[in-house]
DNA sequence: CTAGGGTTAG
């Protein structure tokens, strides 16, 4: 090796240094032959060394790989520390996985490592990111009765996942909490309140944070100029949109993939497919790989513009790759179809998809209202219920009056005791699938943690 | 070595 002309021998140290540079800059397997490699040089991983693979795997979203290090871990003698357990919690919330984080967590204790802030600030986020925003709210009123010393970040958390479940109320209330903490706002949290705005299509109060924020003196980064000039795309106030991008890139910010799918979408809108296939160049030559967003922006705006073959052609070509399960994109062809006419076409599309989420059925049925076939929009409607989705509210308004002023009064009326029974059953399944009671426990029993209480064994075997 | 903000489809 490269070290011995030196005289110097690689430890441990160094090799942790290269598998966690491997992890994040080159990919998790070559991560690992760092490991294999440091193990034939006779030098033994460590708990670091393992929790950069772990972060590594988490990053990646591969679920079974991190199961797999972790328990590479046990067997090797190495016991797994409080990061190992909060980047382990942290995957399994990112895959949808809240029954499992908890289970993480719960290990924690089991294992006389007290949570910490990062491990609350995990759980809070997760609880968000999956829908449980209630238990989200009770623990961090829990923590701060408890007199638990909170972070900025933790305000942000809770700001952005109530933002995110629509309770702009509750967003406002913490963001008062905020203000009377001893915390200043940061450049995140003018971010996440930024989006907010827009989200509730308060756009003039989103600028009115964009303003506020630049005259306090923030640095302008990439993912503030993107939300704003999403916003302005959304709105159609492409020039302004346009304009934001330009100031961002003027002011030396290298543009990521988040940056680019901006732009292409705002070139999209505009119409100027020219310009976005330059991008596209642009991007691949500075060695971008397209995501999922470029591709479906590339689709819709093909779609928008009337061109379906062209976006058909970008499907398929993409299908046989890794974006076989582009929703979003089947989506907009799938509209696109419809409203350019060929209906039967776009019904045999929908139902060849075996994925379908609440856009596909609220663009279905918003179609065959105006195209008056109320029958099928009313089943679809109520399939789309039944399946445990929600549907557009305007969709559903669509198919109620058509029904009703088509002369089926009595038609209509049913409909909505039918729609009606639909939801409160969807609303029973998914407060049985939550599980509440163990959040609940779960809850109580981190308080005690937090408190500054001992580990008290005893409580765990009763609770658990 | 772990936690927070940005881009798509009705």
């Known amino acids: ?7 110097v021998l690689p430890d441990v140290v160094t090799y942790n240094a290269l598998v966690d540079a491997n992890c994040r800059f080159v990919g998790i397997d070559a991560a690992y032959a760092v490991v294999r490699r440091m193990q034939v040089a006779g030098i ?20 079974s790989l991190s199961l797999d290090i972790f328990e590479e871990m046990l067997e090797l003698g190495i016991s797994p520390d409080l990061w190992s357990f909060n980047t382990l919690m942290h995957c399994f919330f990112r895959l949808g996985k809240p029954d499992e984080a908890y289970r993480v967590f719960r290990d924690i204790i089991l294992n006389d490592l007290r949570p910490d802030k990062t491990s609350f600030n995990t759980l809070l986020n997760g609880l968000c990111r999956n829908g449980y925003t209630d238990n989200a709210l009770m623990l961090y009123r829990n923590l701060k009765r408890h007199g638990c010393e909170l972070e900025l970040i933790t305000y942000n958390i809770l700001i952005d996942g109530l933002c995110k479940a629509g309770r702009l109320k509750a967003a406002r209330w913490i963001l008062k909490e905020l203000g009377d903490s001893c915390y200043i706002p940061n450049a995140i949290t003018y971010t996440t309140v930024l989006k907010c705005c827009f989200r509730c299509r308060q756009f003039e109060e989103g600028l009115e944070v964009f303003w506020e924020m630049k005259s ?5 980064d990439a993912f503030a100029y993107c939300t704003v000039a999403g916003a302005f795309a959304k709105k159609g106030r492409l020039k302004e ?3 934001c991008m330009e100031v961002m890139l003027d002011s030396g910010i290298t543009p990521d993939i988040v940056s680019y799918n901006t732009l292409m979408n705002i ?11 330059e991008l596209l160049n642009k991007m691949e030559n500075e060695g971008f790989e397209c995501d999922h967003y470029t591709h479906t922006i590339l689709v819709d705006g093909l779609c928008k513009a009337g061109n379906l073959e062209g976006a058909q052609r970008h499907l398929q ?17 799938l509209d696109g179809m419809y409203k350019a006419g060929h209906a039967k076409h776009a019904m045999k599309l929908f139902k060849l998809m075996k994925i379908k989420d609440e856009f596909t059925y609220s663009s279905m049925v918003h179609n065959l209202c105006k195209e008056r076939k109320f029958r099928t929009a009313s089943r679809l409607l109520l399939s789309c219920l039944k399946n445990g989705m929600n549907i557009l509210k305007s969709a559903e308004r669509a198919v109620i009056r058509g029904v009703r002023d088509s002369g089926f009064r009595k038609d209509a009326r049913k409909l909505q005791t039918k729609i009606r029974m639909a939801k409160i059953l969807r609303n029973l399944i998914s407060t049985l699938d939550s599980g509440n009671l163990t959040w609940m426990q779960l809850i109580d029993f981190g308080m005690l943690q937090c408190k500054g209480f001992q580990n008290p064994p005893f409580l765990i075997k009763k609770n658990y």
């Open 1 to 7: 090796m490269a070290f011995k002309g030196l005289g």
């Open 44 to 63: 033994k991983p460590n708990v670091i060394t393992y929790n950069s693979l772990l972060a590594g795997a988490s990053r990646d979203f591969r679920l």
């Open 216 to 220: 306090k003196g923030y640095t302008f």
């Open 241 to 243: 949109a346009n304009d």
């Open 267 to 277: 070139y999209c809108k505009e119409g100027k497919f020219e310009a976005a296939s």
């Open 317 to 333: 070509i993409k299908s046989s790759t890794v974006f076989s399960t582009n929703l979003a994109a089947y989506n907009s062809l």
